[in-house]
């Protein structure tokens, strides 16, 4: 069981850097790919960023591309998601889930997908 913990959000200022880190226990995340999705309120969850297993690829939705950077570490068991030029409407909780099934990043923007979600992180930017 595979268990996620997220950390790095807070209040910016619009342009500002931030560094989401999502840290497991348990289970054998290495094997499992890592997605972050969003959540501003009164909208639904909105998939961000998604990485495979190996660190060896991965995904950016349009909206933050060149903007945001997903990376891990299995050495540290951490995924990261490195946010750059941040505005406005990135204010969100932000969540990273591993996939339901290993070594496949199938279907990785669908929430759906994931079996193992972390409890979220605030990240606020102001204008």
């Known amino acids: 069981q595979v268990q996620l913990g997220e950390s790095g959000g807070g209040l910016v200022q619009a342009g500002d850097s931030l560094r989401l880190s999502c840290t497991a226990s348990g289970g054998s995340f290495g094997d499992y790919g890592v997605a972050w999705f969003r959540q501003a309120p009164w909208t639904e969850r909105e998939w961000v960023a998604a990485?495979?297993?190996?660190?060896?690829?991965?995904y950016t939705a349009g909206s933050v591309e060149g903007r945001f950077n997903c990376s891990r570490d299995n050495a540290k068991n951490t995924v990261y998601l490195q946010m750059d030029s941040l505005k406005p409407e990135d204010t969100a909780v932000y969540f990273c889930?591993?996939?339901?099934?290993?070594?496949?990043?199938?279907?990785?923007?669908?929430?759906?997908?994931?079996?193992?979600w972390g409890q979220g992180t605030q990240v606020t930017v102001s204008s």
């Open positions: 889930a591993a996939h339901g099934i290993r070594f496949t990043l199938q279907y990785f923007d669908d929430p759906r997908s994931y079996a193992y």
């Open positions: 990485i495979n297993w190996s660190g060896g690829y991965s």
